[in-house]
């Protein structure tokens, strides 16, 4: 066997990279990552985790609204963008930290610098230093995309959106997916007048129709403005400093901030992929097989980088996966099926396995069971907004093929119907479970 400095050489120190490096070194590989940014990649420096954070503080806001219904006089309320961005900003620092020692301590040399592919088993690093590995791994993630128009360098992505000086009296954010009615979510609760615009006719494509309708409802009741049908023709800073943002077939709009949220694309370009014959496809991903294996035997990739599913978990399972079918001895694939997922918006959707439309594609006919509430907190609270819970079932075998649903803590009742769900459980044993009340789980188990 041909002597390399390493037996596996991973770039990009985000969720899937650390996991495949902390369990390959586990198993007894001697391995090295190299980062060119912060330990810890999109999730917990930029992305999922500062932004569940945010979501929390944003949540105050309603909190201490509805507080007086239950009896309290919280006096004058004020609150501060820089406690709450440092206070996120200082835990994720945390966090990095903790993802280091667990490198370190697995014996993982960490490079912090940029790296690129030269070769089948060669790495030339941003300091010029080459290294050789006998398997290289690609994690580098995903980037958000920037949209092609004049001006489009004033607005900001969620990359910066964690660092902003101050809270926008405006905002207007591109695009109607996950991240955009997070953070719609977001700000508006914490005060900022939010305009919503998108190229299509719909938000949340691919969720259940029934639950992103609901989201609309609800967004449009507190007063976050959608634009759709439209795309944007320019951007320009005025005198003020703020932004006037010139659309298609619509009357400009000025606004304090500008968040792009429309996607994210593989970071595969500009680090020697194609040029030693990885095959890339017409969207930036790293085509890879099961075993996550690219078209050059020697490179791998696990994460956004392949454009699966753009999900932390699934990133970090692929990386376990990887780790134990190549140096572990345990070959193991990931099963893609069933996946549960959720929007932090305000409320929060959660869903798992086939939705409505799904299951109508494949011809199923699918038996559809609801419950549209409102919770008892919102009931009390004076608060008209309703949740909605939503069973998809196969109409022979009686198997719940989806959990849909919208409501307060959606995310936390779902990983448990995920399970459910994954286990291939029926209607009928839905229904023979004794319900927990009161709860709003409970309307799971009391669809009629």
């Not at 940029?114 to 980037?143: D, H, Q």
């Not at 709009?253 to 095959?279: H, K, M, Q």
């Not at 409320?347 to 008892?376: C, H, W, Y």
């Amino acid at each position: 066997m041909a002597d390399y400095d390493y037996d596996l050489f991973v770039i990009g120190a985000g969720s899937g990279g650390v996991r495949a490096s902390r369990v390959a070194a586990a198993h007894g590989a001697k391995v090295a990552v190299a980062e060119e940014h912060r330990i810890g990649g999109t999730c917990v420096i930029r992305g999922c985790v500062p932004k569940k954070m945010l979501v929390y503080g944003a949540h105050f806001a309603e909190d201490l609204h509805d507080a007086a219904r239950f009896g309290w006089d919280l006096g004058e309320i004020k609150f501060d963008w820089k406690t709450l961005r440092d206070n996120v900003n200082a835990d994720v620092d945390r966090i990095e930290g903790l993802y280091t020692n667990t490198l370190e301590n697995n014996k993982v040399e960490i490079f912090r610098e940029a790296a690129r592919v030269s070769g089948p088993n060669e790495i030339s690093l941003a300091s010029g230093r080459k290294v050789t590995a006998r398997f290289i791994l690609v994690a580098t993630g995903a980037w958000p995309v920037v949209p092609q128009v004049p001006g489009a360098e004033l607005g900001i992505s969620s990359n910066e959106v964690f660092y902003i000086d101050e809270l926008p009296r405006r905002v207007v954010i591109a695009g109607a997916g996950y991240i955009a009615n997070e953070f719609a979510g977001i700000f508006h609760a914490l005060g900022s007048k939010v305009t919503v615009v998108n190229r299509s006719d719909q938000i949340l494509r691919g969720y259940d129709e029934q639950i992103r309708d609901r989201l609309f409802q609800i967004s449009t009741e507190k007063g976050i403005e959608f634009i759709f049908n439209t795309s944007f023709e320019k951007i320009e800073k005025k005198a003020d400093g703020s932004l006037c943002v010139k659309l298609e077939g619509h009357d400009p709009l000025d606004t304090d901030l500008l968040l792009y949220a429309i996607g994210r694309t593989p970071r595969s370009g500009g680090i020697g992929l194609a040029e030693i014959g990885v095959e890339i496809d017409d969207k930036g991903a790293i085509v890879v097989d099961e075993d996550n294996r690219s078209s050059v035997p020697s490179i791998y990739a696990v994460g956004d980088v392949t454009n699966r599913i753009q999900l932390t978990p699934v990133a970090i399972r692929e990386g376990q996966a990887f780790a134990d079918t190549v140096f572990g001895n345990k070959p193991t694939r990931v099963d893609y099926a069933n996946v549960p997922n959720a929007v932090f918006s305000s409320p929060p959707m959660a869903g798992v396995g086939l939705t409505e439309r799904q299951a109508r594609e494949q011809n199923l006919d699918p038996k559809i069971f609801t419950s549209d509430f409102r919770p008892m907190r919102n009931v009390l609270a004076g608060r008209n907004e309703r949740s909605l819970y939503k069973l998809v079932v196969h109409p022979e075998s009686d198997v719940v093929l989806g959990v849909h649903m919208i409501s307060p803590d959606a995310p936390e009742i779902l990983q448990v119907a995920a399970i459910c769900i994954k286990a291939g459980l029926t209607k009928a044993q839905f229904d023979q479970t004794v319900a927990l009340h009161p709860s709003m789980s409970e309307e799971l188990v009391l669809m009629k």
